[in-house]
């Protein structure tokens, strides 16, 4: 017996392509629903029976009427999972000592605000199709808490400064979506992973040996997550067993914010 029954549910993916997404996508199909990674690029790994749709976060002024026509073609949305993570050219040089006004602005308008944006519009979709679906954002650990300093003594990685803003605001909206959409049967939670195993945001080279010791030297299962360890929390919220749970941010941080 299946019990995260996701049998012929509309799924779309934002971000489907990525290293957390693939499998989330992976899963969702495993467990019967129809899934619909929408993404720049095509994942070569995922299931073959995942229909990819072209969707460019960048490109705000199409974004609501791409999505509409999507509907339109594949159907209204049982749930919608945005685990993108859209960044500027200069994300990388976020840190405190140098960031530019610009930098944060163009992060916080590509990040937050088209979380926010992507949810409404999902959320409406619902709404007027009287679907009692499934909003799941993700957010981070540092949403919650501020980013540690010490973890980046001895790499070449720093602290970012827009990081927690935007990861705490998508929090913040998404009590607010639970508050606004709660009436109409739709559900709206956030997912908030802690450090995962893998290349660094915007750079095809793993995490250092030295950043990846400081991390789990701090955090109580003494290791980072795997990606594959995220995505049942989302066929979780995806799925009917959670029918009375909204306006949450669930940690899966291994114990971070714990201590």
Request: contains cysteine.
């Given at each position: 017996m299946n019990i995260f029954n996701l049998e012929n549910k509309k799924i779309y993916v934002v971000g489907g392509s990525g290293l957390i997404g693939k499998d989330i996508c992976n899963l969702m199909k495993n467990l019967g629903a129809n899934v619909f990674n929408l993404d720049v690029k095509k994942n070569t790994k995922s299931n073959s029976n995942i229909k990819f749709l072209n969707f460019d976060i960048s490109k705000e002024k199409f974004l609501e009427k791409k999505l509409k026509s999507y509907f339109k073609i594949y159907g209204?949305?049982?749930?919608?999972?945005?685990?993108?993570?859209?960044?500027?050219?200069?994300?990388?040089?976020?840190?405190?000592?140098?960031?530019?006004?610009?930098?944060?602005?163009?992060?916080?308008?590509?990040?937050?605000?088209?979380?926010?944006?992507?949810?409404?519009?999902?959320?409406?979709?619902?709404?007027?199709?009287?679907?009692?679906?499934?909003?799941?954002?993700?957010?981070?650990?540092?949403?919650?808490?501020?980013?540690?300093?010490k973890l980046y003594k001895g790499t070449k990685m720093r602290e970012n400064m827009i990081y927690s803003a935007i990861k705490g605001g998508i929090i913040s909206n998404v009590k607010q979506m639970c508050a606004h959409y709660g009436r109409y049967g739709i559900r709206v939670n956030a997912i908030c992973p802690g450090g995962i195993l893998g290349h660094i945001k915007g750079k095809k080279i793993p995490q250092s040996k030295k950043f990846i010791k400081n991390y789990c030297d701090r955090t109580p299962?003494?290791?980072?997550?795997?990606?594959k360890e995220i995505s049942p929390a989302v066929a979780f919220f995806a799925s009917d067993l959670s029918s009375y749970i909204?306006?949450?941010?669930?940690?899966?941080?291994?114990?971070?914010?714990?201590t």
């Open positions: 209204a949305p049982d749930c919608m999972v945005n685990c993108s993570y859209p960044a500027s050219k200069s994300w990388h040089k976020s840190d405190f000592a140098s960031v530019k006004k610009k930098t944060i602005n163009e992060n916080i308008n590509l990040h937050l605000n088209s979380y926010i944006w992507i949810a409404r519009v999902f959320a409406e979709e619902m709404k007027k199709q009287k679907i009692k679906g499934s909003i799941i954002q993700f957010s981070s650990h540092y949403g919650v808490i501020g980013q540690n300093s299962l003494n290791r980072l997550a795997n990606s909204t306006g949450v941010h669930l940690m899966i941080d291994g114990g971070w914010t714990a």
